[in-house]
């Protein structure tokens, strides 16, 4: 699965050479260029279905996200043993933090000569979308709703020519200065752990969003919980003056900051809030999250408890 939009359409230009350098290196390639969105998803359940055992994706965040929803038909895996490799050619760039790996080829051909792989949690998300309907998301990285939301909304309706951090960080900042905070109530395995104006919750799998904020500091992908971070009513001043922290996973003493962790996550607002998942803004709340342990085998680095 190519997205040859990725990385501000480089990729169109790239793959071919990249695709030369990976079956000389002994590896059999099929691909396909991927030319609206969600249709990575279509393929993905379709070659699946056809009998292919081997997935890569090569794209940013949102091609992997659109392609492990591929991994799933009618609420199940359509191929248990089926596995994902992410070739990860895109602006963001979050998840590979997380996995440890490096983006581009170099980095790619690193993870298949290691052959490492390990199982990993999916996160499913319950949401409603522009009509009102109910539409469900699986994702491996983070979501969030509120400040999040409203963020990548704005960041994908510009170009990410000066890249996925910077465009993150001016785009977080443009969205701080207008962003008023939200009436919230959060729930996790049936127990009610925060209520009131919030300023934004993150629901993580992965460690990272933005382009390299380090939201969710201790996350693990395969330890059977979500790690879900509360941004209480922070003032503007204080975000922004705390948007270093952010970045280097520090923010978490905050006075405000909380961190909690479960398996199902049920969040209600009284306004519109907006989700944001994996660096897409498919809808918004009310959200009902459920994790699904270990349920999807991907290449990449083993994680540092194991």
């Known amino acids: 699965m190519v997205n040859p939009q990725s990385a501000n359409s480089r990729t169109r230009k790239r793959w071919p050479e990249h695709l030369i350098r990976l079956r000389e290196a002994g590896y059999l390639i099929d691909y396909v260029y991927t030319t609206d969105p969600g249709e990575a998803t279509k393929i993905t359940q379709r070659v699946l279905k056809a009998g292919y055992t081997h997935i890569i994706a090569v794209g940013g965040d949102g091609t992997m996200n659109e392609v492990v929803n591929g991994f799933f038909s009618n609420n199940q895996l359509i191929n248990p043993k089926a596995e994902l490799a992410f070739f990860s050619h895109g602006t963001g760039g979050d998840l590979i933090r997380t996995l440890g790996i490096t983006g581009g080829l170099e980095?790619?051909?690193?993870?298949?000569?290691?052959?490492?792989?390990?199982?990993?949690?999916?996160?499913?998300?319950?949401?409603?979308?522009?009509?009102?309907?109910?539409?469900?998301?699986?994702?491996?990285?983070?979501?969030?709703?509120?400040?999040?939301?409203?963020?990548?909304?704005?960041?994908?309706?510009?170009?990410?020519?000066?890249?996925?951090?910077?465009?993150?960080?001016?785009?977080?900042?443009?969205?701080?200065?207008?962003?008023?905070?939200?009436?919230?109530?959060?729930?996790?395995?049936?127990?009610?752990?925060?209520?009131?104006?919030?300023?934004?919750?993150?629901?993580?799998?992965?460690?990272?969003?933005?382009?390299?904020?380090?939201?969710?500091?201790?996350?693990?992908?395969?330890?059977?919980?979500?790690?879900?971070?509360?941004?209480?009513?922070?003032s503007r001043l204080k975000l922004l003056l705390n948007l270093p922290r952010i970045y280097?996973?520090?923010?978490?003493?905050?006075?405000?900051?909380?961190?909690?962790?479960?398996?199902?996550?049920?969040?209600?607002?009284?306004?519109?809030?907006?989700?944001d998942?994996?660096?897409?803004?498919?809808?918004?709340?009310?959200?009902?999250?459920?994790l699904h342990s270990r349920a999807l085998c991907l290449w990449g680095k083993m994680s540092d408890h194991h």
């Open 277 to 290: 998942i994996d660096g897409e803004q498919p809808g918004h709340a009310p959200l009902t999250f459920t």
């Open 107 to 234: 980095g790619f051909l690193e993870v298949l000569r290691r052959g490492q792989k390990r199982l990993i949690d999916v996160g499913e998300v319950l949401f409603q979308d522009e009509d009102r309907q109910s539409v469900h998301r699986y994702f491996l990285n983070v979501a969030d709703v509120g400040l999040g939301g409203e963020t990548v909304a704005r960041v994908n309706r510009q170009s990410k020519l000066l890249g996925g951090k910077l465009s993150f960080l001016i785009g977080s900042v443009l969205t701080i200065l207008s962003y008023r905070n939200k009436v919230m109530c959060c729930r996790i395995d049936g127990k009610q752990v925060c209520d009131g104006r919030l300023n934004s919750i993150m629901v993580a799998n992965g460690r990272y969003i933005g382009g390299g904020m380090m939201i969710a500091p201790d996350a693990e992908l395969d330890d059977g919980l979500f790690d879900v971070v509360c941004l209480g009513d922070f």
């Open 248 to 275: 280097k996973g520090t923010h978490l003493e905050i006075p405000g900051v909380t961190v909690l962790r479960g398996r199902s996550v049920v969040i209600t607002t009284v306004e519109k809030a907006l989700l």
